[in-house]
């Protein structure tokens, strides 16, 4: 299988500006929201929402960055420990609205995780997920996105890759493509 381009980059950044809409409308003025992006790629997503939602809105947009590594359900399970990203959230969420955001939501385990590494930070109000990618039918946990830019159905074999323009010397685009396990 070639990799085939779900999301070009004209359309990634409609999505990008359709999800500022969307939690401007659902949280106003963001006193009581924050956002925050899941390490590692999720990060990503949350820097490019910030700076549009600070363009729209004229306001700092209170976010900041979660790893999970450590409550993972995987985490002791595998040959090699795995490394740990940057917890930057300066913050407390106790009676916050928060809104976790990732590229894409496959099993739903690292959300989970997400949730429980959360909790170090205060009990939230309310959670709410953001992903650009919800690979549906495909859950080991019952989770599912408040927010969406495209649902796919994809196989066991296949990857969901999101490319941002500058991450790596060949990609010259934003953009989502599904491969082959193995070919992003």
């Not at 420990?81 to 928060?98: C, H, M, R, S, Y």
């Not at 496959?106 to 959300?111: A, D, H, I, L």
């Not at 930070?121 to 650009?132: N, T």
């Amino acid at each position: 299988m070639q990799k085939r381009l779900i999301l070009h980059e004209k359309r990634l950044a409609l999505t990008l500006k359709r999800f500022c809409y969307q939690l401007i409308e659902n949280h106003d003025d963001f006193e009581n929201t924050v956002l925050l992006g899941l390490q590692p790629r999720g990060v990503v997503v949350l820097d490019r929402l910030v700076q549009d939602l600070e363009a729209i809105t004229g306001k700092i947009i209170p976010n900041g960055r979660l790893d999970a590594t450590f409550h993972r359900d995987d985490f002791r399970r595998r040959d090699l420990p795995l490394l740990a990203n940057e917890t930057k959230i300066d913050f407390l969420l106790e009676g916050k609205n928060v809104v976790l955001i990732d590229d894409v939501l496959y099993k739903g385990r690292s959300v989970r995780a997400a949730m429980d590494a959360m909790i170090a930070f205060g009990r939230p109000r309310k959670v709410e997920l953001m992903v650009l990618i919800d690979r549906m039918y495909s859950r080991d946990y019952p989770i599912r996105p408040d927010y969406y830019g495209m649902q796919v159905n994809t196989l066991a074999t296949e990857y969901v890759h999101v490319q941002w323009k500058g991450s790596s010397p060949d990609s010259i685009e934003d953009g989502i493509w599904i491969t082959e396990k193995g070919n992003n």
